[in-house]
């Protein structure tokens, strides 16, 4: 019996590699040996990093909040427990982009904020006296 | 400028007349009208308005221009060593709205809460 390959499938799966891994560094876009691992490693990555990046986000949103409440003068802590109390949902993205794009308007919001604060820390003394 | 934060699928937008904005899919045909009735923010030049946290009476109307699917994205799962890999694609469907009108409520609301 002749003996049975499948050549013809197996040039295409790895001809389908290399093309994914076009650009690639060095021999990693050239044999797909290597190809094979960089691309399922690249995909994989891929998955994650889809996840981390909203984390990340978040994490600099927070940073330039910090930065923009300061130059209010109030820190970022006491800013978004100030938000939570006037009852002001919007999201750190947002607040983040107003800080940079509309200063007057997030200067408003920080005085909101401010005022709700000092209004909740008022009740509360009243309620310890 | 004037400007409202809307929002609609769990994500909070800063939309503008005449924006063309993708959000999450809702059930209508194009060329109908959408309607988003959680309005966080209503700013107008120097004139701020908040909810508590959503404004009650505003809304912001705007047009359907189509039905249509994000990129598409792979999810590769790998397990070394295990033998085990999942390719799954998927493309997020989404609706793309051009804002036409938006109204910040009434009146009264807007006193109160503006400083």
Redesign the interface.
């Known amino acids: 019996m002749p003996r049975a390959t499948n050549a013809p499938a197996s040039r295409a799966r790895r001809k389908r590699v290399i093309k994914s891994a076009k650009g690639f560094r060095g021999r990693r876009s050239k044999l797909f040996r290597y190809a094979k691992d960089a691309t ?1 490693k690249g ?2 990555w ?2 994650r990093d ?1 996840k981390t990046r909203k984390r990340n986000f978040r994490y600099l949103w927070i940073q330039r909040l910090n930065a923009a409440a300061r130059a209010n003068g109030m820190t970022y802590s006491r800013f978004a427990e100030g938000l939570k109390a ?6 750190r ?2 607040l983040a ?2 800080a940079v794009t ?1 200063e ?2 997030f200067k ?2 920080v ?2 904020a401010r005022s709700a604060l000092e209004g909740k820390s008022k009740s509360k003394a009243k309620k310890a006296a | 400028m004037s400007y409202a934060i809307i929002k609609t699928g769990g994500r909070q937008y800063r939309v503008a007349e005449g924006d063309t904005i993708d959000v999450d899919l809702l059930d209508l045909e194009a060329g109908k009208t959408a309607t988003f009735g959680d309005v966080l923010m209503h700013a107008d030049g120097d004139k701020l308005t908040h909810g508590d946290p959503l404004i009650s009476g505003a809304k912001v109307t705007a047009e359907v221009v189509e039905q249509r699917k994000d990129k598409k994205v792979i999810a590769f799962k790998y397990r070394r060593r295990k033998g085990y890999h999942r390719t799954v694609g998927h493309r997020r469907k989404l609706t793309r709205v051009k804002i036409k009108s938006i109204s910040a409520g009434s009146k009264k609301t807007a006193a109160k809460k503006e400083e």
């Open positions: 399922m995909k994989y891929a998955y889809r006037a009852g002001i949902g919007l999201d993205k947002i982009d107003l509309d007057a308007t408003s919001i005085d909101q």
